[in-house]
């Protein structure tokens, strides 16, 4: 892992503390390409983290600074993303798998920046989950089963047939159109799925959400 911090591009968090980290594919031909525009200052954009296709995790922002990555957009009701989360770049194109070694890399640096920040297992979302209809990102190759079996993130299952707008307030989707919801978070728990909402989809929500602990001002009451 490297300490140079080499982009520019970022900024103080504005009051705030990473409470979220956000997973994203670069979407370019090639890590070395992503790299430079991630430190290019013209391009203002940049992640804390790259994880190149070897299993190289590259340290591109400070963690306690605001890095440039996930643009418009909320999660659980909290807009501001950027203040709020720790950026991760994977370096894929978006049209194939992880390899295993890239993928043994996002483990491992999850679990860090878990441990160093406090961030649970619901923290950890993708791009596409806080800006639905906008992003894709990581994208239905990428291996979110594998995370959730090692409590790196929240893991799919059946519960019971809830709304499914009520279970997907729950777990932080942002209140956008019903179809765009769902088709964001088929995206990342039933990658596969088509067509109008199912029983299935309301069974697979309702357990996520049920997996979902209270914030703060949830579980006190307070504002």
């Known amino acids: 892992m490297s300490g140079d911090f080499p982009s520019p591009n970022h ?5 705030q503390r990473p409470e979220l980290i ?12 992503a790299r430079a525009r991630l430190c290019d200052p013209a391009a ?11 299993g190289r995790a590259e340290a591109l922002v400070p963690e306690d600074r605001r890095a440039w990555h996930a643009g ?3 999660w659980q009701g909290r807009d501001d993303v ?53 992003k894709i990102d990581p994208g239905p190759r990428f291996d979110w089963q594998r995370l959730a079996c090692e409590g790196l993130a929240l893991p799919g299952g059946i519960g019971a047939d809830a709304p499914l707008g009520v279970s997907l307030t729950r777990i932080g ?10 088709a ?7 990658p596969w799925a088509t067509g109008a ?14 997996s979902v602990q209270p914030r703060h001002s949830e579980a006190t009451g307070s504002r």
Do not use: C, K
Not at 11 to 15: H, L, Q, S
Not at 176 to 181: A, G, K, Q, S, Y
Not at 197 to 210: G, H, I, L, S, Y
């Open 44 to 54: 203002e954009v940049s992640a804390h983290w790259l994880v190149h296709e070897d």
């Open 11 to 15: 900024g103080d968090r504005r009051g």
């Open 82 to 134: 950027n203040s709020r989360s720790i950026g991760v770049e994977i370096a894929n194109p978006g049209d194939r798998p992880f390899p295993a070694r890239q993928m043994d890399a996002v483990a491992l640096l999850l679990r860090g920046i878990m441990a160093r920040w406090g961030i649970g297992p619901d923290g950890v979302i993708g791009h596409s989950d806080m800006a639905p209809g906008r």
């Open 184 to 190: 964001a978070f088929r995206l990342r728990f039933r």
């Open 22 to 33: 956000v997973l994203h594919y670069t979407g370019m031909a090639d890590t070395a390409e």
């Open 72 to 74: 418009a957009g909320s």
């Open 197 to 210: 909402e199912t029983e299935d989809d309301r069974r697979m929500a309702a357990f996520v959400a049920a």
């Open 173 to 182: 989707y942002p209140a956008v159109d019903p179809e765009t919801r769902l």
